[in-house]
């Protein structure tokens, strides 16, 4: 509630001393970045039409679980795990290990810091550094994720390959597979580098994707042109040496136990 008017009036009603708009912000922090233009607001006058014809279309499908289950990642170096709680907890695999309230139900739960296996780095070295891709695919395939990765370098793959997976991915009504973008923010004239996140949807007459950025706290949803993402994910990763890509991910029925008896 902003300081001024009623609100002051309230606050001393209620014996509180009104807060001070002339407060500074603390020094070196930032509130939000201005989305760059080349991207559509998915809560814009735009990003709204956008999403109602393509769910006209039929390309929204996977946004409604994702949206369920979306999260801001718990660090600024967590997109992939943000990326990984908000998938795992939309297929409903179950993670067979608490997550909170020890002493009650104790309910099975994905956090962003239950991903890391012993074969990726620690979640103190996540935090440092952030996950490469390979890191990413292992920590789904190890917590029960069906797991493909691909990259627009490998054999075969081109931007008509990429679109035909985002259309495949959006178009199920299944809630089965989702896709996970890993991009350079830089290239969507972003700030920032690597970074994770969930497709929600695709636009067919503006051949662009919806990207629920897991960092909320920095950009909001947003329409991507479906040829600058792809040309996000061409840039190469500084630590692998590789460009970047995107993941396909399921259940892994192997591993998923049956469900519990009542």
Known sequence: MVAGGESNAMYQRLGFTPPSTSMPPPPKSVHRRELPEALTAFSSERGRRFFAEAMSLGHMEPYFPLIEQFVTQDEPTFCGLGSLTMVMNALRVDPRRRWHDETGPGWRWWSDDMFPT????????????????????????????????????????????????????????????????????????????????????????????????????????????????????????EVTGRSRGWFHLSRNAAVVPPPEKQ
């Open 118 to 237: 012993s074969c990726t780095s620690s979640l103190d070295r996540i935090r440092i550094a952030g996950v490469t891709m390979e890191e990413f695919r292992t920590m789904a395939a190890a917590n029960g994720g069906a797991v493909r990765m691909r990259r627009p370098t490998d054999a075969g793959e081109s931007i008509d390959s990429f679109r035909e997976a985002v259309l495949g991915a959006t178009s199920s009504s299944s809630h089965s597979s989702f896709l996970v973008t890993s991009f350079d923010r830089a290239s969507l004239g972003q700030t920032g580098s690597g970074h994770f996140s969930p497709i929600g949807g695709y636009h067919a007459p503006s051949d662009a994707a919806l990207v629920l950025d897991v960092a909320r706290f920095k950009y909001p949803p947003y329409w991507v042109p479906l040829r600058k993402l792809w040309d996000a994910q061409l840039v190469e990763d």
